[in-house]
């Protein structure tokens, strides 16, 4: 089935055209990886909606991606129960174990590093959420048997050699 196909048989569920927009993108979303604007387009062209509209739900939600992600998009909450419990000191180990800045995609593809601003799940700060799933009560050794885990799924395992990085106050 093409992605119009999906789209399509998606938006029937709805009464408005513009109600379909977001299970629309992340129909895209799995087809193309991400949605640069070109992909967006033909999501409003599908639904025969304003572009606009396509392009604000597209860049407000976290859960869509605009640019290529790794295959692991690390999404660290910063909000404040999440920092007064330690993710700003999570957020330098994750930069120099993973050897990149927030934001960025390892070279090899298989994590991209971000921040978030609230996760909703501030009883198991501080909190990650990896594709769909949360990660909850993180430390050091949490996000290093984590990422072991991630890595293995690809077939890369490999250790972390972290005993010269710590985070402050670690």
């Given at each position: ?23 629309a993108l992340l129909i895209a979303q799995r087809e193309h990886g991400h949605l640069p604007g070109p992909v ?20 407000f939600y976290t859960h869509f991606h605009t640019e290529p992600v790794g295959m692991f998009h690390l999404q ?95």
């Amino acid at each position: 089935m093409t992605m119009r196909e999906k789209i399509e048989e998606a938006a029937v569920r709805y009464p408005d055209r513009r109600s379909a927009i977001m299970p629309a993108l992340l129909i895209a979303q799995r087809e193309h990886g991400h949605l640069p604007g070109p992909v967006l387009e033909e999501v409003a062209d599908i639904l025969g909606v304003e572009r606009i509209w396509v392009y604000e739900l597209a860049t407000f939600y976290t859960h869509f991606h605009t640019e290529p992600v790794g295959m692991f998009h690390l999404q660290l909450c910063d909000n404040v129960s999440c920092m007064l419990c330690g993710s700003e000191n999570l957020l330098t180990y994750l930069e120099a174990v993973l050897g990149i800045k927030k934001g960025d995609t390892t070279p090899d593809g298989l994590f991209t590093l971000s921040t978030v601003e609230c996760l909703g799940a501030c009883e198991m700060a501080p909190t990650m959420q990896v594709g769909d799933d949360y990660h909850g009560n993180l430390d050091i050794a949490r996000i290093d048997a984590l990422l072991n885990r991630l890595r293995a799924v690809e077939g890369r395992a490999a250790s972390i050699e972290h005993a010269s990085v710590r985070p402050p106050g670690a």
